[in-house]
């Protein structure tokens, strides 16, 4: 059977029972149950943990749990179904609800327990302090008692306990150190400080900034202390405590003589010195007007009572008093001054120039340019006036015109003076600038409002003297004339110019100096030109230099050189030595052709080579340039050369044409004998490279000569230099060493070294012509390489043998020197000279038998 249980609404079976689940109640403090009584700081973060709902199902079936708000309510908290774990989503605020209405539901997926609990807000000091009824404004009197009341602050804090206390001071500022006023801590009572006066006229308002604070207390788990400020304004009302003071002191007044009596002189003005609530003004004199003067009590107006003329002082000094009006018209505080009048002419008269005969505005003088400085030009008689008197007669002289050429004295002047002009600058009155100077003179008044002024014109008429020297137009002329001009031929034209006027400004030419002969001027036009017997030639002379003169009626002259150079023109044909030359060629080396132009510059004087004519035709090569005449390549041996002329002589003929480059072109030709020979290689091969030099040099003897000295030169210095080193050494030892002699072959394989001369350079292989050594010879086997000796240098002396020699030690290197020459080529052949053969190898040969002479002196010492 069934049966109804209303209090908890479950149904139980006959065969079975369900009860429902329910929420533990652990009570208000603790954070997990139904939330019954919970309570939650307003400061908790949003999504924080809060609570855990708690419940349990009498099966012990799993529960879920549920967290709904009335309608129309905000959600404040989540829970999660399984676990119960309740989390904040939206910020608390104490101050706008404290209290939370929350259903919170049990479940155990049949039966459904829903309870309705309260959540508590508790209080953080979130809340800074509000003032209430701001803005504050205050109107005080300023004889307001020290430590009166004036005002009452008041702040409330919304937050609960010490958070919500509220204390209140002053804040200190900066620019306001002493402030006068205070404030109750606790009351908020604003008062004027003890000791401390109020004062409109210094500071009609005061600003004071009062600080509300709370108690302090925790926020977000630290200590906080709130704050709030707001501004007082203090108006202090004016009380009648000042007395009045004039304005625009000191004073001072002017009576002109068109002054009438009424005349305004000056007004004074006085206020009260309670500017918040002024009293009126009443102005009287008490002193110092000897009954000229009137002052309005109202306006303070002072005015003049009588005419200018019958005042018997020219300075008064009037004491004015400016005093309160009470409320029944009576004089309160009052104040005095003083205005000083002043009686002055009126500024109607501007200065005035005069001449002698009354005013003038023009001044004119004749006089020499030039003048010393310092010079006053008493040509001008000139008075300047003003009848005003004082400061209105004062004025200043200046000169406007060219600068700094004349002054003008005095500079200032008071009523009248006598002008004079000084000269300043002489080099400024020049006739030759001008033969007028126009100066403005110019009077200003200094001290008036009016400034008046008054200007006269100062011209000044110049005579010329002779005070300038001719002067060229250049320091130097530069002219060229060609040297085939015919006499009287124009060279150059010189100016100069003398800028005076007159026979003094006219000019006479002269010429003069080492180089003059030639030429001649014309005395007015400055025009030179060559003597009519003048006959310029630029090979003799192409260079002339000469002064010209310039010179006036006076004879103030002035100089200029002039430079002539003579150009050269192509009037020398190029020339041989001889019309015919007589050459010798050995085969592979040139010969050297040279003709010779007497024209002075380039290109008459340059020549080019050509070869006109050849027997045989087309054996021949020739540089244009330099006139070297050379075998064709294909022609290199004397079977070739007798094959092309069929006989064994071998003498051809050639014509060369040397012309130069000049405009017209002269030419000249020569003919040239040409021996063909080749060098003797077996004679040459026996005598040695000297052989092979001396047969180049035959033609130039001088060279071979002082080649043969060099080489002499250099074997006496080794010889000098080898003696000098066995002699140390044998020295330094104290034994007698027994004699010895060293004889080593030198091997078969060894290659001889060649000594290179200095200045002598080969620029054709086929000049080269190395002589073997016959003394060569296979090398016997040592026990050690020996090193090859390294020309060109000395040989290295021996070290001196041990006294315990044995036949076994190596022997040591005789040294030798041989040497390969060339020929550097020939200069330019002045004569026709020829060496024969049998005279060169008697040279060689004595040469050769010479060194052999010094290497065997050399070599003594090893034996």
């Known amino acids: 059977f069934r049966r109804n249980w209303s209090e908890s609404s479950l149904v139980e079976d006959v065969w079975q029972s369900d009860y429902a689940p329910y929420f533990h109640d652990n009570g208000p403090s603790s954070t997990n149950g139904n939330m019954a009584l919970f309570s939650i700081s307003e400061d908790t973060p949003v999504g924080t943990q809060i609570y855990i709902l708690n419940g349990t199902d009498p099966e012990g079936d799993p529960v879920r749990y549920g967290l709904t708000f009335e309608k129309g309510s905000k959600e404040y908290f989540r829970v999660e179904p399984k676990s119960g774990n309740v989390t904040l989503i939206q910020e608390l605020d104490r101050e706008k609800q404290d209290e939370i209405s929350v259903l919170v539901s049990i479940t155990d997926g049949r039966n459904k327990v829903v309870e309705t609990v309260r959540v508590f807000v508790t209080d953080a000091n979130d809340e800074p302090p509000e003032f209430l009824n701001l803005p504050f404004i205050i109107d005080i009197p300023e004889d307001t008692a020290p430590g009166s009341s004036i005002y009452r602050v008041q702040a409330v804090d919304k937050d609960m306990g010490s958070g919500g206390s509220v204390s209140y001071y002053l804040q200190v500022t900066l620019h306001i150190p002493f402030a006068k006023f205070t404030i109750d801590g606790h009351s908020g009572i604003l008062r004027v400080k003890p000791g401390e006066t109020l004062d409109y006229e210094t500071t009609p308002t005061h600003f004071v900034t009062v600080v509300a604070r709370d108690g302090g207390g925790k926020y977000k788990g630290k200590h906080q202390v709130l704050t709030s400020t707001a501004t007082i304004t203090i108006n202090v009302i004016d009380a009648q405590d000042m007395p009045p003071s004039f304005i625009g002191t000191p004073y001072f007044g002017y009576i002109y003589e068109v002054s009438v009596p009424g005349s305004e002189i000056f007004t004074v003005y006085a206020k009260d010195g309670d500017q918040g609530t002024p009293n009126l003004i009443h102005y009287s004199i008490i002193n110092g007007s000897d009954g000229v003067f009137d002052i309005n009590s109202t306006s303070g107006c002072i005015t003049l009572t009588t005419y200018p003329s019958l005042l018997k002082n020219e300075l008064y000094e009037i004491k004015v008093k400016a005093s309160e009006v009470g409320p029944n018209d009576q004089l309160l505080d009052y104040d005095i001054t003083t205005v000083t009048v002043r009686v002055v002419d009126l500024n109607n008269h501007p200065p ?512």
Request: glycine fraction near 6%; charge should be neutral; aromatic fraction near 8%.
């Open 352 to 863: 005035t120039f005069y001449g002698e005969n009354g005013p003038q505005s023009k001044f004119e003088v004749t006089m020499y340019e030039h003048p010393p400085a310092g010079e006053i030009l008493r040509g001008f008689k000139i008075t300047v006036n003003d009848s005003d008197q004082g400061a209105n007669a004062k004025f200043k002289l200046r000169l406007v015109g060219p600068g700094r050429v004349l002054r003008v004295v005095p500079q200032t002047v008071l009523n009248e003076a006598q002008v004079t002009i000084i000269v300043e600058d002489t080099s400024g009155i020049d006739y030759e600038k001008g033969p007028t100077l126009s100066f403005k003179l110019l009077a200003v008044e200094i001290d008036t409002p009016e400034r008046f002024s008054a200007t006269a014109d100062i011209v000044i008429n110049l005579l010329d003297t002779n005070d300038n020297v001719p002067k060229f137009t250049s320091e130097y002329y530069i002219a060229r004339v060609p040297e085939n001009s015919p006499g009287g031929s124009s060279v150059a034209s010189v100016t100069a110019n003398d800028p005076d006027s007159g026979p003094w400004g006219e000019v006479k030419y002269t010429i003069y100096g080492s180089g003059s002969d030639l030429f001649s001027i014309h005395p007015t036009t400055g025009l030179i030109s060559t003597q009519p017997w003048t006959s310029l030639d630029a090979e003799v002379r192409s260079k002339y230099n000469f002064y010209v003169k310039a010179e006036d009626s006076e004879g103030k002259y002035g100089l200029a050189e002039v430079f002539v150079t003579v150009t050269d023109m192509n009037d020398h044909p190029p020339e041989f030595d001889d019309k015919l030359l007589e050459k010798t060629m050995i085969i592979g080396t040139p010969v050297k052709v040279e003709a010779v132009d007497e024209d002075a510059e380039s290109p008459n004087n340059v020549i080019e080579y050509s070869i006109m004519t050849a027997d045989p035709d087309n054996a021949f090569d020739i540089n244009a340039n330099t006139g070297e005449i050379k075998l064709k390549p294909y022609i290199k041996s004397m079977e070739i050369v007798q094959n092309i002329t069929r006989q064994k002589d071998c003498r051809w003929s050639l014509v060369v044409q040397a012309r130069d480059r000049g405009s017209p072109s002269f030419s000249t030709t020569a003919v040239v004998n040409i021996d063909i020979t080749e060098a003797v290689r077996p004679a040459l091969t026996r005598s040695g490279p000297m052989a092979a030099f001396l047969m180049k040099s035959r033609d130039n003897p001088m060279r071979a000569l002082g080649m043969v000295t060099v080489i002499i030169s250099m074997l006496v210095g080794v010889t000098v230099l080898f003696s000098t080193a066995m002699y140390m050494r044998n020295s330094k030892s104290n034994r007698i060493m027994p004699a010895r002699r060293i004889i080593k072959r030198r091997p078969r394989d060894q290659q001889p070294w060649t000594f290179k001369m200095p200045g002598v350079k080969f620029n054709d292989p086929a000049d080269k012509f190395v002589i073997g050594d016959p003394e060569s010879g296979p090398e016997r086997n040592t026990s050690s390489p020996r090193p090859k000796l390294l020309p060109p240098s000395a040989p290295c002396l021996p070290p001196p043998p041990p006294s315990n020699t044995r036949p076994s030690d190596r022997p040591r290197a005789v040294p030798t020197i041989s040497g390969a020459l060339a020929s550097k080529g020939s200069k330019k052949a002045k004569s026709n000279r020829r060496k024969e053969g049998n005279i060169s190898s008697a040279l060689v040969s004595e040469l050769k038998m010479k060194l052999e002479q010094k290497i065997i002196e050399s070599n003594q010492g090893y034996y």
